[in-house]
């Protein structure tokens, strides 16, 4: 546990010394769990945004997209169900006077049992070496069977007295396990209480005829109330789904673990409407989709898993997560939800106006089933960010920090570098950023010498690096140097863009996901 907490800080500390996150208000002492986005966070956000939107709208003739306001009108999530249901279990511990999520107390408690069985995992592929087979010994080994009962044993009790609100019993659970208060190991607590997530506001120029809303806590909603809209005028045909990315709100009263759980965060959203009857064919096509889309970015099949829920919400009949291994341990990433017909048919007896689909096939209207996919992009962000910083030691001693972000996603594709700055080599390297600035983000860079560059450009996260030489002025040719395997090879400069582009075209890579069907 030490050593990912060590390397989660460092995580944060690269995150901001190289202009992706810094904490918001920071000259005011900032405000907690609120964060900006440097100007290099903000072009692997906005490429991580676009490689979820060209996968699920543009790959998709049956999926359209959306852009719904933040403001709804505040019936919405009455009809909904988050005015009456959008909670979470707090407990507080009376002697630190700390405020804890009761169920992420209990998760976090089998997180350190999960701990137990990798480190046994560890021990028995050091012990058997390539002999070692480890879905045979995670399915016979005695102990690790015995961890892995705890563990489904305290989830689906957390999960039946949640479902049934019985918060008396969650308490006694986490005092039968034995859970502390993580900063002082108190175990002094309180009843744990319901605690409602959504933001208030007002809407109107006087206090007296203002309408009381909400900000969003969801993208989901602006999807729903706009069913007949996008259908009708885009005269769709079940099956078929809308799409949207954009910011929600939660007044997370223990948000923490840096970008995961923020109280400002943005989704990345798609409802796909069916045919009731086949939620189950549509529930196993999108979980096998999604993770398929996460394995295209090539960042290890076995940080990923599926988790399926004990405690499913309101209005699902099936829901999975696919579960990321953060630094912290897996933790949910984006999650698969079989929604039913609650929310377009909550909304028609809220709204009073009808919210059916008409089935030319079947000559008749009936309300379609929903499947959600829905994912955090900061979330997302997270998971790249974490696991492309590595630290790895060369083969001369020394050591290197490389941030090997998919160069798809990578926010400066490629830095261009002078040898030195005379003879003529820097204006050969400006003509250069100005010819690859038209379909690439580029960096120019000129100061300190060329090795301390590649290491500084390689924390950065830059894929490429050209070098510009005195053999340029010959020949025409430059160093191209490859981030992740630090190979360089000489190429003709009327070549660069297209060995690039090849290299971090969105296309190729999305082609992994045809490629995996």
Not at 6 to 23: C, N, R
Not at 25 to 47: C, H, M, P, R, T
Not at 245 to 268: D, H, L, P, S, W
Request: aromatic share 10%; net charge negative.
């Amino acid at each position: 546990m030490a050593k990912q907490e060590d390397q989660f800080k460092k995580v944060i500390s690269h995150a901001k010394e190289y202009g992706y996150i810094f904490p918001s208000s920071e000259i005011y002492d900032g405000l907690s769990a609120v964060y900006d986005y440097g100007q290099k966070g903000v072009e692997l956000k906005k490429n991580i945004r676009e490689y979820w939107w060209k996968a699920m709208v543009q790959m998709h003739e049956n999926i359209v997209g959306l852009d719904s306001a933040i403001f709804m009108h505040p019936t919405t999530w009455k009809a909904s169900g988050h005015v009456d249901a959008f909670n979470d279990p707090l407990i507080d511990n009376k002697d630190s006077k700390k405020r804890y999520r009761a169920d992420v107390l209990v998760e976090d408690h089998t997180a350190k049992i999960e701990a137990k069985i990798e480190k046994e995992v560890t021990k028995a592929a050091k012990r058997f070496g390539d002999a070692f087979d480890k879905d045979q010994f995670m399915a016979t080994n005695p102990r690790v069977l015995r961890y892995q009962e705890e563990i489904n044993t305290i989830l689906k009790r957390l999960g039946s007295s949640l479902e049934k609100e019985d918060l008396a019993d969650v308490k006694a659970l986490i005092e039968e396990l034995g859970i502390a208060d993580p900063e002082t190991g108190s175990k002094n607590w309180t009843d744990v209480k319901q605690f409602n997530l959504m933001f208030g506001t007002k809407l109107g120029a006087s206090a007296d005829s203002a309408m009381d809303l909400y900000l969003r806590p969801e993208t989901a909603q602006g999807i729903f109330v706009n069913f007949l809209n996008v259908q009708k005028s885009g005269r769709m045909k079940i099956p078929f789904g809308i799409a949207q990315t954009g910011k929600a709100f939660r007044n997370e009263i223990v948000a923490r673990q840096f970008i995961f759980r923020m109280r400002e965060f943005e989704q990345m959203e798609m409802q796909f409407f069916i045919k009731p009857g086949t939620q189950k064919e549509w529930y196993d096509y999108w979980k096998e989709m999604r993770l398929k889309w996460h394995l295209s970015l090539g960042m290890g099949a076995d940080n990923y898993r599926y988790h399926d829920h004990e405690k499913l919400a309101h209005y699902a009949d099936a829901a999975a997560d696919i579960e990321f291994k953060f630094p912290f341990g897996f933790k949910e990433l984006e999650g698969i939800h079989s929604r039913t017909d609650f929310d377009l048919a909550k909304h028609e007896e809220f709204s009073g106006k009808k919210l059916q689909y008409f089935d030319p096939e079947e000559n008749k209207s009936y309300t379609p089933y929903v499947l959600e996919t829905s994912i955090g992009l900061d979330r997302m962000f997270l998971a790249v960010f974490s696991n492309a910083l590595q630290e790895e030691t060369l083969e001369n001693g020394s050591t290197r920090v490389v941030l090997r972000i998919p160069s798809v996603l990578a926010p400066t594709k490629v830095a261009v570098l002078p040898l030195v700055k005379k003879d003529g080599l820097p204006e050969v390297a400006r003509k250069i950023v100005d010819d690859l600035k038209w379909d690439m983000s580029v960096d120019y860079d000129e100061k300190d010498a060329v090795g301390r560059r590649y290491r500084r450009q390689d924390a950065a996260g830059t894929p490429f690096c050209i070098t510009v030489d005195h053999e340029t002025l010959e020949d025409d040719t430059v160093t191209l140097r490859h981030r992740d395997t630090m190979e360089q090879k000489r190429v003709k400069i009327s070549e660069l863009r297209g060995l690039i582009s090849e290299e971090i075209s969105m296309s190729s890579w999305l082609k992994k996901i045809d490629a995996a069907s």
